[in-house]
T-cell receptor, first 112, second 111 residues
Framework: NAGVTQTPKFRVLKTGQSMTLLCAQD?????MYWYRQDPGMGLRLIHY???????AKGEVPDGYNVSRLKKQNFLLGLESAAPSQTSVYFC???????????FGDGTRLSIL | EDKVVQSPLSLVVHEGDTVTLNCSYE??????LLWYKQEKKAPTFLFML??SGIEKKSGRLSSILDKKELSSILNITATQTGDSAVYLC???????????WGAGTKLIIKP
């Protein structure tokens, strides 16, 4: 049982480049989330999804887009990377909103 | 503004000591409070607390919620070096599907 899998694990981008982070879960969870974690600031919600085909903005959505075309996958896109988007990105999923979220191992992204 | 504050930010103790980590919150619609442990990678779930005064326990770890004081504590007894981690507190809002996270307490256990 793989749980929540994030790819890639590390990536270095130049300012202005674009990329997509992939999150896949094999637990048949309805809810999926993308967070960023910065030193001293805890986890901040970027976007989330309450089911296949649905997405919604979180606390810090600017500069990011998401898609949930399949229930098991949640993609996070950076359209034009900026140094301020240097962070560790975590994906999480849960069966329903009252249950604990399960996290992937994170993607460390550096924007030069 | 909804917020979750954890204290202390960091803590260094010796193996065998008992530690208490604090989490306080100010949110408009409280549903539950969660504790996670984060070592090098993914945060892993420890406890979910919804009712005030009822202790949740797992081995040497325990946690309790005080809704009157808008706070929770996480206790770890007989600490071991494997307890070294960042402990995260989060509050689940009743009005949406979102968790509000504290900045975490970094706990270091010295042998």
């Amino acid at each position: 049982n793989a749980g929540v899998t994030q790819t890639p694990k590390f990536r270095v981008l130049k300012t202005g480049q674009s990329m997509t982070l992939l999150c896949a879960q094999d637990m048949n969870h309805e809810y999926m989330y993308w967070y960023r974690q910065d030193p001293g600031m805890g986890l901040r919600l970027i976007h989330y999804s309450v089911g296949e085909g649905t997405t919604a903005k979180g606390e810090v959505p600017d500069g990011y887009n998401v898609s949930r075309l399949k229930k098991q996958n949640f993609l996070l896109g950076l359209e034009s990377a900026a140094p301020s988007q240097t962070s560790v990105y975590f994906c999480a999923s849960t069966r329903d909103s009252n249950q604990p979220q399960h996290f992937g191992d994170g993607t460390r992204l550096s924007i030069l | 503004e909804d917020k979750v504050v954890q204290s202390p930010l960091s803590l260094v103790v010796h193996e065998g000591d008992t530690v208490t980590l604090n989490c306080s919150y100010e949110v408009t619609n409280f549903r539950s409070l969660l504790w996670y442990k984060q070592e090098k990678k993914a945060p892993t779930f420890l406890f979910m607390l919804t009712s005030s005064g009822i202790e949740k326990k797992s081995g040497r770890l325990s946690s309790i919620l005080d809704k009157k004081e808008l706070s929770s504590i996480l206790n770890i007894t007989a600490t071991q070096t494997g307890d070294s981690a960042v402990y995260l507190c989060a509050v689940l809002m009743d009005s949406n599907y979102q968790l509000i996270w504290g900045a975490g307490t970094k706990l270091i256990i010295k042998p």
